[in-house]
């Protein structure tokens, strides 16, 4: 059952827009937006500041990353039969639907111009589709895993019209040209599934079960590492997402299957490597992929 997202007053969106931003290094009440994926059912659940669920929605099928757009609505591929991309609103209700004609699809990205991003396994390649479903152009990803469940997660237009994706079953980031020609990779990051360009030209990457979020170089040096070890309580499993934040931190997802009910399903951290935000409600769900702080 779809559950009506509230409406907040202007009252309390005068109230949070006003509200000073925290400094890097102090918590603050986040409202998220997740998927939870495994032993529990696969569905969208939004939580306020203090933990309450105030949304909850069902997609098609299988779904494991979403964007959240300016306006409020999600974007997310869905990966049963049919499979594709959708939009919907708030209320759960679709405004953009595109079925796709490959075997699966989960990774996907609204793009500045309004078409979409479509990352298709099988064959494995980026799609940019219109607001009407017409496929722009077509961008070949490489990848040397034939079964199509893990060829490609999700997929990032860079500002040089280059794609950026995560190849899972690899465990590789790629950058390819639009003729699909590979300029840049970086290999050795397990079950990857994230890879993010930041403004300083290096590559933001999540290394699944590696249990580590890495920053690397274009010569491919890290810069900067989070692993399991620098935060045991965290039970760090399987690095599932990352979010930049506006405080300069890192809002990430940790994917703890086979690890249910231990740890945290999420957790914030400064570029000290500072845990100063952590959340788990075992009783609410059992493992989550992709989550966002909404606001950001």
Same mark, same amino acid.
């Given at each position: 059952?779809?559950?009506?997202r509230?409406?907040?007053?202007?009252l309390?969106?005068?109230?949070?827009?006003?509200?000073?931003?925290p400094?890097?290094?102090?918590?603050?009440?986040?409202?998220?937006?997740?998927?939870?994926?495994?032993k529990?059912?696969?569905?969208?659940?939004e939580l306020?500041?203090? &933990? #309450?669920v =105030? @949304?909850?929605?069902?997609?098609?099928?299988? +779904?494991?990353?979403? !964007?959240? /757009?300016p $306006? %409020? *609505?999600?974007?997310?591929?869905?990966?049963?039969?049919?499979?594709?991309?959708?939009?919907?609103?708030?209320?759960?209700?679709?405004?953009?639907?595109?079925?796709?004609?490959?075997?699966?699809?989960?990774?996907?990205?609204r793009?500045?111009?309004?078409?979409?991003l479509v990352?298709?396994?099988?064959?494995?390649?980026?799609?940019?589709?219109?607001?009407?479903?017409?496929?722009?152009?077509?961008?070949?990803?490489?990848?040397?895993?034939?079964?199509?469940?893990?060829?490609v997660?999700?997929v990032?237009?860079?500002?040089?019209?280059?794609?950026?994706a995560?190849?899972?079953?690899?465990?590789?980031?790629?950058?390819?040209?639009?003729? &699909? #020609?590979? =300029? @840049?990779?970086?290999?050795?990051?397990?079950? +990857?599934?994230?890879? !993010?360009r /930041?403004? $300083? %030209? *290096?590559?933001l990457?999540?290394?699944?079960?590696?249990?580590?979020?890495?920053?690397?170089?274009?010569?491919?040096?890290?810069?900067?590492?989070?692993?399991?070890e620098?935060?045991?309580?965290?039970?760090?499993?399987?690095?599932?997402?990352?979010?930049?934040?506006k405080?300069?931190?890192?809002?990430?997802?940790?994917?703890?299957?086979?690890?249910?009910?231990?740890?945290a399903?999420?957790?914030?951290?400064?570029?000290?490597?500072k845990?100063?935000?952590?959340?788990?409600?075992?009783?609410?769900?059992?493992?989550?992929?992709?989550?966002?702080?909404?606001?950001?």
């Amino acid at each position: 059952m779809n559950i009506p997202r509230p409406i907040l007053s202007f009252l309390a969106l005068a109230l949070f827009f006003s509200t000073v931003a925290p400094a890097a290094d102090t918590p603050a009440k986040r409202r998220l937006l997740f998927t939870e994926y495994g032993k529990g059912p696969n569905r969208f659940i939004e939580l306020d500041g203090d &933990g #309450k669920v =105030v @949304w909850e929605f069902k997609p098609p099928s299988t +779904t494991v990353i979403f !964007q959240v /757009l300016p $306006n %409020g *609505n999600i974007v997310f591929g869905y990966g049963g039969k049919p499979t594709g991309v959708r939009e919907i609103t708030s209320r759960g209700e679709t405004v953009f639907d595109y079925v796709s004609k490959s075997q699966q699809v989960f990774g996907c990205e609204r793009l500045a111009n309004g078409n979409t991003l479509v990352a298709e396994q099988e064959p494995c390649q980026a799609l940019e589709v219109n607001p009407k479903g017409g496929i722009v152009h077509v961008t070949p990803l490489t990848t040397h895993v034939e079964g199509y469940h893990l060829q490609v997660r999700n997929v990032h237009k860079l500002a040089n019209g280059n794609i950026l994706a995560a190849h899972e079953g690899e465990g590789a980031v790629r950058e390819v040209n639009p003729q &699909g #020609k590979v =300029v @840049w990779e970086y290999t050795g990051v397990t079950n +990857t599934g994230e890879a !993010q360009r /930041l403004a $300083n %030209g *290096n590559t933001l990457i999540c290394c699944g079960t590696q249990k580590r979020l890495i920053e690397v170089t274009p010569d491919k040096q890290i810069a900067w590492e989070l692993k399991a070890e620098d935060a045991p309580e965290l039970n760090i499993t399987w690095v599932s997402s990352v979010q930049q934040l506006k405080n300069g931190n890192y809002l990430v997802g940790n994917f703890i299957r086979g690890q249910e009910g231990k740890g945290a399903h999420a957790f914030e951290v400064t570029r000290a490597k500072k845990i100063v935000w952590k959340w788990a409600d075992h009783s609410l769900i059992k493992s989550l992929t992709t989550v966002r702080a909404l606001g950001e």
